[in-house]
């Protein structure tokens, strides 16, 4: 057993995974140990580090904020140590056994969920994934060590972190079938003034890139509120005459709910859709290959998307109906 000045550093490997999973049951699991030997191993962690690590908030445990405060650099130093002790040897995916979190928007998952789940089962079936939804504030996740991936608008701002750029999209404005503003050409003044508008902001913003080019026309649209995702923007806008936004990598989420898609009618600044690591990862084989997946996934994703459609379709269907499928 590797000890160094009297401590165990098989502890830092039980500490990565105890951070990870932020369960001794799921721990114990992860390292092929009984329950009783992974609390005792907390227990000396705690001892070691001189901090609780993980406390008990009702039924689930919580990292400490020294947890997570070492948590970046608990995890670079495992992964540079299976670095060093597997030097130039391929990593077989089907016997890794990680959780892997991914940071971003709603609709990334809605969008690549599926799709990166059947892959991580058929190529890495020890591999998990672990979804986490945007903050209403900025965050260093990716310095901490809280999510290993962020996927979507990356606006990221730390120097160090990687980003790639896998394609540019554009925003379609969505209502109801039936809506009022599929009745007539759809030009600004229509857009802005025949039905209120619907924001979809993690910070709760109100204005944004529409309101810059109405304003360079003269006109204005009247923003009656906004909800953090557009997953949840889309259930809002099937009961009622808000107008909202979808990005085009979103579209089939609108389509499944038989909402209406179109084009906006106005010059919008494109939408740069990619992912960002941190650099500890570089040389990590099994987050290469997750990225790869995301890479594949999204650059698949972003042919049929990305298709240009009529600035405006004739909607002829009674509010409730679904549109005629495309």
């Known amino acids: 057993m590797t000890q160094s000045a009297g401590l165990d550093l098989n502890l830092l490997v039980a500490l990565d995974v105890l951070l990870e999973e932020q369960s001794v049951q799921g721990a114990a699991r992860r390292l092929h140990l009984s329950e009783p030997a992974m609390s005792r191993t907390l227990g000396r962690i705690r001892k070691a580090l001189g901090d609780p690590i993980l406390v008990r908030a009702g039924r689930q445990m919580v990292p400490t904020p020294h947890a997570l405060a070492v948590r970046a650099e608990v995890g670079a130093v495992v992964e540079r140590a299976r670095a060093l002790f597997a030097p130039g040897r391929d990593t077989d995916l089907r016997t890794v056994s990680r959780t892997f979190t991914i940071v971003g928007h709603d609709a990334i998952s809605a969008t690549h969920g599926a799709a990166l789940f059947a892959r991580a089962a058929r190529e890495a079936p020890g591999v ?8 209403h504030v900025d965050l260093p ?12 608008v990356i606006d990221t701002v730390a120097p160090e972190v990687h980003r790639e750029t896998v394609y540019e999209e554009r925003m379609l404005g969505v209502v109801r079938p039936g809506h009022p503003l599929l009745g007539g050409e759809l030009t600004p003044e229509r857009f802005a003034g025949v039905a209120g508008h619907l924001s979809v902001s993690r910070r709760g913003r109100q204005r944004g890139p529409i309101d810059d080019a109405l304003a360079e026309l003269g006109l204005a649209r009247r923003v009656v509120g906004s909800v953090g995702t557009y997953p949840a923007s889309l259930f809002v806008l099937r009961e009622t005459d808000l107008i909202g936004l979808i990005t085009t990598y979103g579209r089939p989420m609108a389509d499944s709910l038989g909402l209406v898609t179109f084009e906006i009618p106005l010059r919008l600044p494109s939408i740069e859709v990619g992912f960002a690591w941190h650099p500890r990862h570089d040389a990590d084989p099994a987050h290469a290959w997750l990225r790869g997946c995301v890479r594949e996934l999204m650059t698949e994703a972003s042919g049929p998307v990305l298709e240009s459609r009529p600035l405006f379709e004739p909607c002829t269907r009674t509010p409730g109906t679904s549109p005629a499928p495309r």
Do not use: H, Y
């Not at 998990?128 to 903050?135: A, D, G, I, P, V």
């Open 141 to 152: 996740f990716l310095r901490q060590g809280t999510a290993d991936l962020e996927i979507g």
């Open 128 to 135: 998990r994934l672990r979804f986490l939804s945007e903050s």
